[in-house]
């Protein structure tokens, strides 16, 4: 009996992106950590929001916020030319973004540079400019896409080079922090990986009592399990403080720079994109 063959397909740019990322990713000795939280407080105010901000948004604002009284969240670990840690002096934040790349969904990922000083509307504008700008007209996306179809040799001495080398490139190419969700498809994620010191990630909120697992998986050569613990705690504390107070105060961004714009350290109404994100 004759069988059909089947065919063979090339690698397109955001799978070769993502197969380099998990080649990375799978060497870092990562551990999950998770709480459940308690959002109920913010469901109003979130939603009267003149911006009607994703939660991604929110939990990326209060991770942020976190992580700039916490020095040790915005560490890396660096292997050449020695192992060291570099500390980076603000927080960046890479998004995974589904976005259609020739009649196929794939993961883009889209940097933002200090979302501690950046208003929740200010985050909420480019979340949105990253989800729905033409792939071409994204900078980063559009550079991810080019380098896929360089050699892999050539790609993954690269990778390696700014994981390892230099924190100020590794920071600033990557993020300090990842930030990935299923959770408006209904779904969990169990154990991301990530290249990254620290990944933070949320499942489907309960639309009742509206709470939710969140999980912050990191890189345990950089931190260890319970300071994780208290930092998810503070991740809440934010949520249901700083968060809900901006919320209540649906505090206006004006005008809003392009992420990827910009120099020197960020100020408040300062967005950057430059690294692999709802």
């Known amino acids: 009996?004759?069988?059909?063959?089947?065919?063979?397909?090339?690698?397109?740019?955001?799978?070769?992106?993502?197969?380099?990322?998990?080649?990375?990713?799978?060497?870092?000795?990562?551990?999950?950590?998770?709480?459940?939280?308690?959002?109920?407080?913010?469901?109003?105010?979130?939603?009267?929001?003149?911006?009607?901000?994703?939660?991604?948004?929110?939990?990326?604002?209060?991770?942020?916020?976190?992580?700039?009284?916490?020095?040790?969240?915005?560490?890396?670990?660096?292997?050449?030319?020695?192992?060291?840690?570099?500390?980076?002096?603000?927080?960046?934040c890479a998004l995974a973004i589904e976005r259609t790349y020739q009649g196929e969904e794939g993961v883009f990922v889209g940097l933002f540079r200090a979302p501690e000083q950046q208003t929740i509307a200010e985050i909420q504008h480019w979340v949105e400019w990253y989800k729905n700008e033409t792939l071409e007209k994204v900078g980063f996306f559009r550079m991810a896409l080019r380098f896929g179809y360089v050699p892999r040799p050539i790609r993954r001495a690269l990778w390696w080079a700014t994981l390892n080398v230099s924190g100020q490139k590794r920071c600033k190419r990557f993020g300090t922090f990842g930030l990935s969700s299923y959770g408006s498809l209904g779904a969990e994620q169990v154990h991301p990986i990530s290249p990254l010191t620290t990944t933070l990630t949320y499942g489907p909120i309960d639309p009742a009592s509206h709470k939710v697992v969140v999980k912050l998986i990191y890189d345990h050569r950089v931190l260890d399990g319970a300071y994780v613990a208290r930092r998810l705690r503070e991740i809440e504390e934010t949520l249901n403080g700083a968060v809900l107070d901006e919320l209540n105060a649906a505090a206006g961004a004006g005008a809003v720079p392009k992420p990827h714009v910009g120099t020197g350290a960020p100020t408040p109404a300062r967005a950057i994109d430059s690294a692999p994100g709802v």
């Open 1 to 92: 009996m004759h069988e059909p063959r089947g065919r063979y397909l090339p690698m397109p740019g955001p799978r070769r992106f993502i197969g380099d990322l998990v080649h990375f990713a799978h060497r870092i000795p990562s551990a999950p950590v998770s709480r459940t939280m308690d959002l109920s407080a913010l469901v109003g105010p979130r939603t009267r929001h003149p911006s009607r901000p994703s939660w991604a948004t929110l939990f990326m604002r209060a991770y942020a916020l976190v992580g700039a009284a916490n020095p040790p969240l915005r560490r890396s670990y660096l292997a050449f030319p020695w192992p060291r840690l570099y500390e980076h002096p603000w927080m960046n």
